[in-house]
């Protein structure tokens, strides 16, 4: 079945650290991939996107995202968190070619930054 | 602009009542979609819409109705409120399909008791 995982519900991480979430995906062809992230009582904001070339994707907030296709995964990462990054992150896909832009999300994983 | 408005921000029901969440886009973008968003499972798209008079189904539609007959609007009606439509509800929009980013409201919380 198609699905999108994202195996970390919850990360804690120190301010200064860096961080990496996971995402794997399940679909026959290389889906659109995208980060958004939704900052406590607030909508889904996008962090970045890729449909094709370069597999290293650099978005805002200096997130940035790798994409493999032989793991199927899209892994979002940032050298050094700030307290601001304290937010719930997801993974989403679009499959190519389907009928409108429907997305398909994982669970999400919240993050939560120490000082 | 404003980009994409949803009303109310809360709103509390009894089940079996009835009632319309609302949603508004000022970009001109042909695509809208509602999702409802539940705890540990993401967003989950309910209902889509890439035009004007043309709607589909998303993968949790039961319980929800919508239509378009204008770009801008793109209202979600709950005909019966039930418990298990608790949620948060988001409404976005995208100028087209093929992957666009997808603009996203602020969300209504509903609770129905």
Known sequence: AQSVTQPDIHITVS???SL????????????????????????????????????????????EAEFKRSQSSFNLRKPSVHWSDAAEYFCAVVPWGAAGNKLTFGGGTRVLVKP | NAGVTQTPKFQVLKTGQSMTLQCAQDMNHEYM?????????GLRLIHYSVGAGITDQGEVPNGYNVSRSTTEDFPLRLLSAAPSQTSVYFCASSPSGGGDEQFFGPGTRLTVL
Request: charged residues 15%; contains cysteine.
């Open chain 1, 15 to 17: 301010e200064g650290a």
């Open chain 1, 20 to 63: 990496e979430l996971r995402c794997n995906y399940s679909y026959g062809a290389t889906p659109y991939l995208f980060w958004y992230v939704q900052s406590p009582g607030q909508g889904l904001q996008l962090l970045l996107k890729y449909f094709s070339g370069d597999t290293l994707v650099q978005g805002i907030k200096g997130f």
């Open chain 2, 33 to 41: 979609s509602w999702y409802r968003q539940d705890p540990g499972m």
